[in-house]
């Protein structure tokens, strides 16, 4: 076990420097540079200062080097400074990190559950009315693009029927438990349906293909009742090949609360991401998409470590 | 299809090819026919720009800011936008962009895959473990943000020019190049896992005994038979790539005004569902009906393409 999880930790550390160097790069490629914003912003400046500047920032150096120097100051802690901020990019990260928390585990949370009941029921009886029902709902989950689904929740909960708030974290002067989740439902909701789908056909197929198998025919010959040869027998083997899907979806997921948060209003990681490269934060951004990286390398990880756990026969040694 | 156990069988079918019969179990296919046949409807109001600007005298650029927001009339059939532009045209217009990128982008990206899983399946050995690793990795990365970043990148930085970095076009194949960087895994993994399955066949080693080249029995022997399967991964392909253009050229980042696509007609979605909600619906519905009909046609494909079902 310890060996193989040191093997992988080296593999995702490797993955990890590739990428920040990758991104390091492309970051470098943004429009403009820290020294032509500081000249827009002052007109004053002189083409000899600006070059002093340069030389001062070692942006003259080449991107090999410039990239060792963060580096080295990245392992230490110091990711820099937030240009648009002012403040350190951890500081800046750490309020977002919370707020995108909240909103994956729940969105998460709300799929998963949702995709093991449908999908199960779905398994139950192939081909009956219900199946057709689960297997259209995740049809159009798959293929609904998630900002128009958002759009259409504002357009529905908050504009018409005016139940939810269309955006934000919580009323101004307000700041009750009620009150933040009134307004994580609608994003919740948005990024669990659209998640949701895929989930759903994965564990529907696994169920199907387990409820076959003979240690459930056992189950059943021994007089188990459905309930504990489903929950007990099938659904445990099922969730081999479903952990999988949902541990490589961690991408996606972040992708959807990114949009979700920028349509939501809600000042989460993903947002933060967008708005700084919106922004030219050089800094800020580098940060958030390595975290990302970061967050789905490791998620990847604790799915192989999770294979072991549930399916005895899988030894990690 | 069964085959004949005694030994005096008379052959009343005439026989068909492969490919007829694939046709054939499609066609008795209902949800995958409907989807065909939505996507022709599809694909046919797009197309209907060319007669409908000719007709009303209608076209998807011109500005109007005396007419924002107009209803419906009988010039601007389905009403202006917030710019006074032609809602229909624009429609229309917008269709043939995405799904001129989801097909240009699809087929990109298949090429690359199908190249990536013949490579991998049939050399095999450590150059199938490092493509397939690097193919995980690919798969691995957080897609939205870097395709964000792709999309900002400054392309004089790169060494295009001023004038190309700004027109309409290098906003159309940058959107294109960026997606098939991305989307050719799910391609590539599903290649390599039929050429792999191929490669231990009778044919196969028949055909490498015989003298016969690498790239002769690719193309003579594995692309034919791995078909199927690749084929229904491109399908299921087009339907995500038309989603992330989409996405893209909503967040600002993707098909740039003045050129339409459905993504970027709903860039100030805000301001649409208070001002004129079928704005902020219509776009999204053409979205979501296509990539449904995608989707649809997908799953059909596999199960006539797929010996085990029936």
Redesign the interface.
């Known amino acids: 076990m310890s060996r193989f999880l040191l093997s992988r930790l080296w593999q995702t550390l490797l ?1 990890l420097l590739v ?1 920040s160097f990758v ?1 390091y790069g ?7 540079d820290p020294i032509d914003l500081m000249m827009a912003s002052n007109p004053g400046m002189t083409p000899e200062a600006a070059a002093r500047l340069r030389a001062i920032y070692g942006l003259d150096q080449p991107l090999l080097l410039r990239y060792l120097h963060w580096l080295q100051a990245a392992v230490q802690g110091d990711l820099g400074y937030s240009r648009v901020h002012a403040r350190p990019v951890l500081e800046v990260m750490g309020p977002a990190l919370w707020q995108t928390t909240k909103l994956m585990l729940g969105g998460f949370t709300l799929a998963v559950l949702l995709s093991l009941v449908l999908g199960t029921l779905a398994a139950l009886r192939p081909g009956g009315w219900l199946d057709g029902a689960v297997s259209t709902l995740a ?2 989950g ?7 689904l958002a ?2 929740f ?2 529905v909960f908050a ?1 018409t029927l005016r139940w939810l708030p269309a955006g934000g974290v919580s009323n101004v002067g307000d700041g009750s438990l009620a009150d933040v989740l009134r307004h994580l439902l609608l994003p919740v909701l948005t990024l669990a349906l659209s998640t949701a789908g895929q989930f759903v056909r994965y564990v529907r197929a696994a169920m199907v293909d387990v409820l076959r198998m003979d240690h459930v025919r056992t189950a059943r010959a021994k007089g188990a009742g459905e309930g504990r040869v489903v929950r007990a027998h099938a659904l445990r083997n099922a969730m081999i090949p479903v952990v999988t899907v949902v541990a ?1 979806s961690f ?2 997921l ?2 959807g609360a ?2 979700t948060e ?2 939501f209003a809600q000042p989460g990681l ?1 947002k933060m ?2 708005d700084s ?2 922004g030219n934060d050089y800094n800020l ?1 580098l940060a ?2 390595l975290f ?2 970061l967050v ?2 490791a998620s ?1 990880v604790l799915a192989d470590l999770a294979y072991g756990w549930l399916d005895p026969r899988i030894s990690l040694a | 299809m069964s085959a004949g156990v005694g030994m005096a069988v008379v052959a009343t079918d005439a026989p068909i090819s492969p490919w007829r019969l694939r046709l054939r179990r499609f066609r008795r296919q209902r949800m995958g026919m409907a989807a065909l046949g939505l996507l022709v409807l599809i694909v046919l109001f797009c197309l209907a720009a060319w007669p409908v600007q000719a007709w009303l005298g209608v076209d998807p650029t011109t500005t109007d800011l005396l007419g924002r927001f107009d209803p419906p009339g009988p010039v601007h059939l389905l009403g202006t936008d917030d710019a006074g532009r032609d809602v229909l045209m624009r429609l229309m217009v917008g269709g043939q962009v995405s799904l001129l990128v989801g097909l240009i982008a699809t087929l990109a990206g298949a090429v690359v895959g199908v190249a990536v899983g013949v490579a991998a399946g049939y050399l095999g050995g450590r150059l199938d473990s490092a493509l397939m690793r690097f193919t995980d990795g690919v798969l691995a990365l957080p897609l939205l943000p870097l395709l964000i970043v792709l999309g900002a990148l400054d392309l004089t930085k790169l060494g295009f020019s001023q004038e190309f970095a700004r027109s309409g076009a290098a906003g159309f194949w940058r959107v294109v190049v960026v997606i098939t960087l991305f989307d050719w895994t799910a391609v590539a993994r599903v290649v390599r896992a039929a050429t792999l399955a191929l490669k231990g066949r009778e044919f196969v080693t028949s055909a490498r005994a015989s003298g016969g080249s690498a790239w002769y029995v690719v193309l003579a022997h594995i692309l034919p038979n791995v078909a199927g399967p690749m084929i229904v991964a491109i399908t299921l392909t087009v339907g995500r790539v038309i989603l992330l253009e989409s996405v893209l050229s909503f967040l600002g980042y993707g098909i740039v005004p003045p050129t339409p696509s459905w993504g970027n007609m709903l860039n100030n979605a805000q301001e649409l569902t208070i001002q004129a909600p079928m704005l902020a619906v219509l776009p999204g519905l053409f979205i979501f009906l296509t990539v449904i009909a995608v989707n649809l046609l997908g799953d059909g494909l596999r199960q006539a393409f797929d010996p085990r079902t029936e």
Do not use: D, H, K, R
């Open positions: 993955v990428m991104i492309l970051i470098g490629l943004m429009p403009g049809l159009a798959v293929s609904v693009p998630v900002f128009w759009l259409i504002i357009l504009q490589l991408g996606t972040f992708g990114l949009i920028t349509m993903g991401i967008y490269i919106l951004a958030g998409l990302a990286t789905t390398l990847n």
